[in-house]
C-alpha cells in the first residue's frame, strides 16, 4: 500500500468511457427532496470531536453509545464512509476527492447502503442501474459504487479547482445542486479521521505485476509451464511441494482459501468471504492472516514485512517464502508468498481477486523466510 499524500496533484485512473454524456449521468436519487432536514447546515461542528469520535469506532468502541452529529446510524456509516476513503486511497485520488465522495453519499443515502431510492437509484451514491452504473448488486457493493463515483469524478475537466458541492454535482446531476455543499465540514472530518487509522503498507495497487520485467536469478522454475492461470483459480496440476515447512503449508493453504475474494485496500483480511469490503485482504495482510494461522505473527505493512525473518536468495527460494515487488528492496510496494512449482500467490490491487501468478511475472526485489 504506497503512502499517499494528501496533496497527490495527478489522478491514476484507468479511463472509463461512460458513454455520451461520461459523468454527467443523474442518479435522481434526489435525497433532498425527501426531506428539507437534508439541507442542513452544520456550521458549528466540532471537526476535531467528530474525528474523535470516529476513531473511538473505528478501533471498537460500541456505536450505539457514540453520538455524532450529522450521523443517526454511526455503526452502519462509519464503515460505509470507511469504504469509501479506503477506495478512493487505492484509486490514488486526492484527499479533496475523498470528501467529494463522502459528501455526496452522506447527501444521497445519509451513508447507508440503500436497497431502494427514487425510480431505480440505489446504494450509498443512489446510483441507477438504466443510467449505465452497473447492476443492482453491483451498485449495492460498496466498493463498486465508489469506484464508479470516482472514475465519473475525475472526468469531470478542472474538478479539483470546483468546490466540493460543484464537483458533486457534475457527477450527480442533482435536482437541488447545493444540497451537497452543507455536508462538506463532516465528510471532511470523516475522511481525516478514517484515513489516519490506515498503515502505510507499500501497497500500490495501481502497478501489475502483470507488466514486471522478467524474474532474474538462477531459478528454473518460473510457473511457465502451468500456462495461463485463470484468476482465483488453483493451476491444474499444482500441489504443495511434499518438503514444505508444516507451518509455511498451513500458511499457503489459509491462503489459497482466500482465492477469488476481492483485493481491498486497506482490509485487516480478518473475513475475506464476509459482507463487509474492509473485512477483504490487501497484499500484506493477506501474507500477515495466512501466518497467524501457523502461529506466526506477522507486522501489518509491506514496508515493515520485509524486515521479518531473514534474507534468503531468489534461487534458494523455499514454499512460504515472503516475495517483495515494486519500489526498491529496501522499501517495496508489494508482497507476495512462494508456493513453490515457481507461484506466487497475492492480493494484487483494487479490482482483482486474489490469485496465483508465474513467478516469471514478478521483478523480485527481496524474499524473507519467517519461519
Known sequence: MKALAASIGVVVLSPFLLGGAAMMMATSSEAAAQSSALFQCLPDLDTSKVTEQVTEILNGADASDIRIEGLDLPGEQI?????????????????????????????????????????????????????????TDQIRDPVHASTRFYEALVQVNGWQQMTVAQAAQAVQRSGYPDAYAPWEPL???????????????????????GNAPPLSGCTTADGSSFGKIPEGTVPKGYEIPKGADPRARTAILWA??????????????????GPDPMGRCDCSSLMQQAYAKAGIPLTRTTYTQVGEGKAVSVKAMQPGDLIFSRGTAARPEHVGMYLGEG?????????????????????????????
Request: glycine residues 8%.
Open 79 to 135: 464503515p460505509n464512509a470507511q469504504t469509501i476513503v479506503a477506495t478512493g486511497i487505492s484509486l490514488q485520488v486526492p484527499e479533496r476527492g475523498q470528501v467529494v465522495a463522502l459528501a455526496t453519499a452522506l447527501q444521497e443515502s445519509r451513508l447507508r447502503n440503500l436497497s431502494y431510492g427514487d425510480r431505480d437509484s440505489l446504494g450509498l451514491f443512489q446510483q441507477r442501474p438504466s443510467q449505465g452504473w452497473g447492476t
Open 187 to 209: 465528510a471532511t472530518a470523516l475522511q481525516k479521521a478514517i484515513a489516519a487509522t490506515f498503515p502505510t503498507t507499500g501497497d500500490d495497487p495501481e502497478q501489475s505485476t
Open 256 to 273: 489459497m482459501h482466500q482465492l477469488g475474494t476481492m483485493y481491498q485496500w486497506g482490509g485487516t483480511c480478518t473475513a475475506p468471504h
Open 343 to 371: 507461484l506466487v500467490i497475492e492480493a494484487p490491487r483494487t479490482g482483482k481477486p486474489v490469485r496465483i501468478t508465474p513467478l516469471k511475472d514478478w521483478d523480485v526485489l527481496a524474499v524473507r523466510r519467517v519461519i
